[in-house]
Each structure stands twice: as C-alpha cells, then as structure tokens.
C-alpha cells in the first residue's frame, strides 16, 4: 500500500472544501471525494425552466470585509478566488404571533429602536441582552481562528489577547437564554428571543450556546449579510477552482463507503466502484452519523462517539417548497428573509415555523425576467414521510406544499395565482441528495448542555481520522462549518509537520 494523498475528504460541503483548500494552499496534495455530481452539499444549487435554486443556505454569514470572522471571505482569498456579494439590508422580517411585525435591520440601533418600539418597558433588559452578544463577538473577531485543539497557537493567541480569551472561556458553557433570562422577564419577548435562536439552531435560547449567538446576533450588523452573485452554488464552484488552482484534486460521482483502518488507523478509503484511495490523513465532511455508523463499523464506535449520541440527537430536516413566481405578486418593500409562524405553541413542531427566501430581490438574474424564486422551507421529520406507497408519497408532498402556499398568501396575497414553477423536497429528498443521515440538519442537544464545552473538535477517537462541518464545533450554518474547515486544516497542517 502507498499513500496516494497526503490528505483524502470525504464530502466537498462547504466545511470539506474549506478544510481542502487551507492545506492545498500550504502545498499538501488533497483529493476531494464528492458522491454527488456538483460540490457544495446543502449550499449547493439546482437549475430548472430558467431558475437556479439554491438547495439550503442562502441567508449568508462570513462575507463582511473587516475583522476575523468573516471566514468565507478568508477562505477564498486563501486561494486566490473571489465571489461578489450583494449587501441585504435586512437580516429577517418577523411575522409572529400577536401581530408581532418586525425587521432585523443591518443597522444595530435601528433593530433596537423597532424592537424597543414593541416591548418599551423592556428597553433596558433589550440593549444590556444584546450589547451582551456584542462582548461575545468582539473577543472572536479579535483574534485569527483556528484549532482549539492547538496547544501553540492557543498560547499564542492567549498571550496577543488575554482577555478576549479569558472572555471566549467565560461563555463557552452558556447558552443564550440563560443570558437573555437575566435581563428580559416579558414573557413574549422571550418567545422572540427563543425565535431568534430556533430560526438557525433548530433549538429554543435555551439549548442555543452563547457563543453562537454571539456570533450572529452581532455579525449580522457587523459583516451583515450578504448574497454571492450567481446564486449560493458560486461559493463552492470557486472553492474548487481554488482547490484546483493550488493542484487539489476533486472526483464528482465518487460515494465513499468505507473508512480503510489498519491497526486502529485511519488510513485510506473505499468508492461504491471498489476503487481504493490511501493517504496520510482522511477527513470526513459527511456527518458523524454517517462517518461513524455507515463509513465505519456501528459495532466497533468507539466510547467518546457513544457519549456523543448520547448528549446530541438529530435536528429535524426540512419540507423544502421553490417556488419560480410572477414578480408582481410581491409588494415592492418585499425584504429577502422571512420567518412566519402563527401560534408561538407550534415553533418547534413539524411543519410549524417557516422560513423564506428571495434571493432575487438582491441577484435578478437567479430567474427569468419578471419573475421571482421563493424558497420557503419548514421543518419536517423523515418519520412523517416513511411507509407511503409513491402515489400516496407524491399525494402527501401536494397537500404539504398547498397548505404552505395557503400560509403564505397571508404575507404574499396572490400568490396562487402568481405560480409559475414549483418543486417539493422532503426529508427523504434531503437525505438521497444530500448524503445526511434522515436528512437531518445536524446534531441538537437532547437535554440541555453547558453551550458549546461538549461539541467536539475535529480530531476523533480513531487515529488518522478527523471530522468537519456541521456536526463539529461551533454547529450549523455557512461560516460555522467555515470555522470548523479553517480549524481542520490548521490541526492537520500542523499534524503533518507543515
Ligand atoms: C434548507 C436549509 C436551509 C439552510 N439555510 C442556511 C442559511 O440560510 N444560512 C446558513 O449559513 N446555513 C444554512 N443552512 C445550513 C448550512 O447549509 C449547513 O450547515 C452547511 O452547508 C453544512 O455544511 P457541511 O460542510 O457540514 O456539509 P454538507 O453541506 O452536508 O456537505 C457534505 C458533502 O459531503 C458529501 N458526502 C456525504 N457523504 C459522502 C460519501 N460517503 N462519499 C462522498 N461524498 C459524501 C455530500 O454529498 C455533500 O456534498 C441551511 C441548511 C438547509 C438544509
């Protein structure tokens, strides 16, 4: 056997591609494995009639152009690629219970004054609770970040900011809603703090570390969000094209099946064709339920995995509806982002929030002229799609898709009458897609954890091995699995003497 590779990834996600090209820039040989035909995973696109869908993501953290956080700017720039990104004004409109109608500007004081506007005897607990998240996000978007598991660079960073560390340590086992319990008693209030949280941790304020909140409830009006011109699919597409600049290699079609571990090292893997690759390190970007119960043997899952489970479970996935509509069905204020729930008592239920998209209210060219893509998407278990025959399957995705357009005309009146394309994707879509166990957005804690102390890093219990994206640390999302991708790379780098 000879190592083919210096460094092999399984899965070229966003935190694959990232953790590939940081060490293809250092001049390590990596070879991509994607089993799809296209990179990108669930920042990944579709084109139909005309539209280009994005599969997931699409409201975009990491793309500011100050500070340390801006990870999908950095992650580009390693390469030598760059995308074009169109600024949102506006991170969410809110249209929750109660006529609760509200905008998170890019601007931070125009937030709190619409916010305040609302809940004015809280505007007080408002500011001390989300200047609290600024403290979070300027010890992180102080210092260059890379692996935790890192004990020189750690020391480093200690020593050029000691107390933007001690800081980062004070709140790394906090959750968000312990914070916000401190200084917010409106019970309603509460609920909108829970719905900031859920609409990207899947979890209430509660679950959700402060760390994370940190991060994007002030990034939000720090970097901002913005848009990659082309459509979300553009971030990976020049990923690669930076992978490959810097001589990485990537093969499309090519579905791992098999971790190869000889004496307790990871030390190559097996194609779906039989193909054998060997290298010096294996990275996988699929999730750790997949690495660990289908790449390796369920029996042989080593203790710290087993524990792992034990504290996180699967988030739900998504019923996912694009919409291709006529432009005149939305009013001309129409922001991008959008959250409706009508009954606080269904935000975590299936099918309960849903969450919009309009990408082409910043990027026209994702559509044909004089139409719009609405991608709204909800979550959905893969239970409730199980045992249907194909005709009562196909039957079931109607009756979803009729009753999410019906919610939505409350916000987008005609809309029925403005359809000109439509598609439907379920968690069974997400999972034959995507390669994500059940489809599953990524792990959530089963009970209440101490924040972000038990997410693990990108080392694992298997020698050789290492994980990436969003079932390591920091979780879900674009510029988290950035994170976890910088971190890799720096870990293996290091690992490899480079
Ligand atoms: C509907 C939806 C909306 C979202 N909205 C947002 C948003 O607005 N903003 C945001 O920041 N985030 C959003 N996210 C989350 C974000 O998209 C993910 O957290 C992130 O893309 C996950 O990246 P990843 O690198 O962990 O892995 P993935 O994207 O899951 O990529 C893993 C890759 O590995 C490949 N792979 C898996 N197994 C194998 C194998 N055995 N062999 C070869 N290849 C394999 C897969 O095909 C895939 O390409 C959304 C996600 C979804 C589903």
């Known amino acids: 056997m000879t190592n083919d590779y210096d460094v092999i990834v399984i899965g070229s996600g966003i935190g694959g591609l990232v953790t590939a090209t940081q060490l293809a820039a250092k001049g390590v040989k990596v070879l991509v494995l994607e089993r799809y035909l296209i990179p990108g995973g669930s920042a990944g696109y579709f084109e139909r009639e005309g539209?280009?869908?994005?599969?997931?993501?699409?409201?975009?953290?990491?793309?500011?152009?100050?500070?340390?956080?801006?990870?999908?700017?950095?992650?580009?720039?390693?390469?030598?690629?760059?995308?074009?990104?169109i600024a949102d004004p506006v991170q969410i409109h809110y249209h929750l219970p109660d006529g609760l109608d509200l905008?998170?500007?890019?601007?931070?004081?125009?937030?709190?004054?619409?916010?305040?506007?609302?809940?004015?005897?809280?505007?007080?607990?408002?500011?001390?609770?989300?200047?609290?998240?600024?403290?979070?996000?300027?010890?992180l978007n102080a210092m260059e970040l890379l692996s935790l598991e890192e004990p020189r660079y750690l020391m480093r960073v200690f020593f050029q900011h000691p107390m933007k560390c001690l800081g980062l340590v004070k709140y790394l086992p906090q959750n968000a809603g312990d914070v916000a319990r401190r200084y917010i008693k409106d019970p309603q209030l509460l609920k909108l703090i829970d719905m900031e949280c859920y609409c990207w941790s899947v979890v209430k304020a509660d679950e959700t570390p402060m760390i994370n909140a940190g991060m994007v409830f002030s990034d939000r009006h720090y970097g901002g969000i913005n848009y990659p011109k082309g459509g979300v699919g553009q971030i990976a597409q020049k990923l690669v094209e930076g992978l490959l600049k810097n001589r990485g290699e990537i093969q499309y079609k090519a579905r791992v099946t098999q971790i190869i571990i000889e004496n307790g090292k990871a030390i190559g893997v097996e194609l779906a064709n039989g193909k054998q690759y060997y290298a010096k390190r294996i990275v996988s970007n699929s999730t750790r339920w997949d690495t660990f119960e289908k790449l390796l043997s369920p029996e042989k899952m080593p203790p710290k995995e087993k524990r792992w489970q034990k504290r996180y479970q699967k988030s739900p996935s998504f019923l996912s509806l694009h919409l291709g509509v006529k432009a005149e069905v939305l009013p001309p204020t129409t922001e991008c982002h959008h959250i409706l729930l009508e009954d606080w008592d269904n935000m975590e239920s299936e099918q309960g929030t849903i969450f919009v998209s309009i990408p082409t209210l910043l990027d026209p060219s994702l559509a044909p002229e004089g139409h719009h893509i609405i991608h709204t998407f909800t979550p959905s278990w893969i239970d409730y799609w199980k045992e249907l025959s194909p005709k009562e399957y196909e039957e079931k995705k109607e009756m979803a898709a009729n009753r999410l357009i019906n919610r939505l005309e409350k916000i987008f009146p005609g809309l029925i009458n403005?359809?000109?394309?439509?598609?439907?994707?379920?968690?069974?879509?997400?999972?034959?897609?995507?390669?994500?166990?059940?489809?599953?957005?990524g792990p959530i804690p089963r009970y209440k954890l101490p924040g972000l102390l038990t997410m693990p890093f990108n080392q694992t219990a298997i020698s050789g091995?290492?994980?990436?994206?969003?079932?390591?640390?920091?979780?879900?999302?674009?510029?988290?699995?950035?994170?976890?991708?910088?971190?890799?790379?720096h870990r293996i780098a290091v690992d490899l003497g480079r």
């Not at 280009?52 to 580009?76: P, Q």
């Not at 709190?112 to 609290?132: M, N, T, V």
């Not at 439509?422 to 968690?427: N, Y």
């Open 51 to 85: 539209y280009r869908f994005d599969v997931g993501a699409s409201m975009i953290f990491g793309f500011g152009k100050k500070g340390t956080t801006n990870l999908l700017t950095r992650a580009l720039d390693a390469v030598d690629v760059n995308l074009e990104t």
């Open 465 to 489: 091995l290492y994980c990436v994206g969003d079932s390591t640390f920091p979780g879900q999302g674009l510029n988290a699995v950035a994170f976890s991708g910088f971190a890799c790379g």
């Open 103 to 139: 905008k998170v500007h890019r601007d931070y004081e125009k937030f709190l004054d619409e916010l305040i506007a609302y809940f004015p005897h809280e505007a007080q607990g408002i500011r001390k609770f989300y200047d609290e998240c600024w403290k979070v996000f300027n010890c």
């Open 418 to 441: 403005g359809l000109d394309y439509q598609e439907v994707g379920t968690p069974r879509t997400h999972r034959r897609f995507l390669g994500r166990s059940d489809g599953t957005y």
